[in-house]
């Protein structure tokens, strides 16, 4: 791919650290607002595909590194619902446990602290992992392999 | 022949779409709310989530979330493996 315009670049310089900085918020506020580790990695996963179409470039990322975010996210998702396989599967055992997450929540209508709910954002956090990386390696795939110009594409 | 019996088909479907819908309850009053109650009144409590959204995708229906995120992941690799440069090496 060839690069855009210089005001796209320019932009896109600007633009991008905010984007990926709303979705890291949207998936660790994942337990309090609307968003979570799918909407928050999408657009994260927008930002990448930002940066690969304004540069036409693949240098800043690699798929391997991609394909291991997604592979480990999807990972950690796992073995923490196996950690909680004392009681069930799934378990939440970091819910008001006074750890990590564990904070006890005040009930009723209030704004929320971010130090609740366990495993939750843990979750929120794997399943973003696993949505960037694997959103990413298909932009990636796209804009690397499918509009290769140097090359034939047919194969 | 065809087209009068596929017709009629699709207007006797979309009659039973009709009396489903005129039946239906009114918007905002749901008719067994036993599980929404049960969720909204112990969900703070139970998860510490705030978000009760997230509290049963997360918790309560994880299981469901892990089968989400395998199909992205199925996804992607199918992606990936259909995009890829045929028998080339780098």
Excluded: C
Aim: overall charge negative.
């Amino acid at each position: 791919m060839k690069p855009m315009s210089v005001i796209v670049r320019t932009m896109t310089r600007s633009l991008y650290p905010f984007i990926l900085l709303f979705g890291a918020y949207l998936v660790v506020h994942g337990h309090l607002t609307p968003g979570g580790g799918f909407q928050g990695g999408a657009v994260a996963a927008s930002a990448i595909a930002l940066a690969i179409a304004a540069f036409g470039g693949t240098k800043a990322y690699h798929e391997k590194t991609l394909a291991l975010f997604e592979s480990g996210g999807l990972l950690f998702f796992l073995s923490l619902g196996l950690i909680g396989m004392g009681v069930a599967f799934m378990w939440n055992f970091l819910a008001g446990s006074g750890s990590l997450f564990g904070d006890p929540v005040a009930y009723g209508s209030n704004p929320g602290y971010l130090n609740t709910a366990g495993t939750i954002p843990l979750m929120n956090i794997a399943v973003g992992l696993e949505v960037v990386g694997g959103l990413g390696a298909i932009m990636l795939a796209m804009g690397s392999y499918a509009f290769d110009e140097d090359k034939e594409v047919s194969s | 022949m065809r087209k009068s019996i596929a017709l009629g088909a699709l207007l006797i479907f979309f009659g039973f779409l009709l009396v489903a819908i005129m039946n239906i309850h009114s918007f905002g009053y749901p008719t067994n709310t036993a599980m929404d109650d049960y969720f909204i009144r112990n969900g703070q409590e139970q998860t510490g989530a705030n978000n009760i959204v997230t509290a049963i995708v997360f918790d309560y229906r994880g299981y469901d979330t892990i089968g989400e995120a395998t199909v992205l992941f199925t996804a992607v690799a199918g992606v990936l493996l259909a995009l890829r440069k045929g028998g080339e090496e780098e």
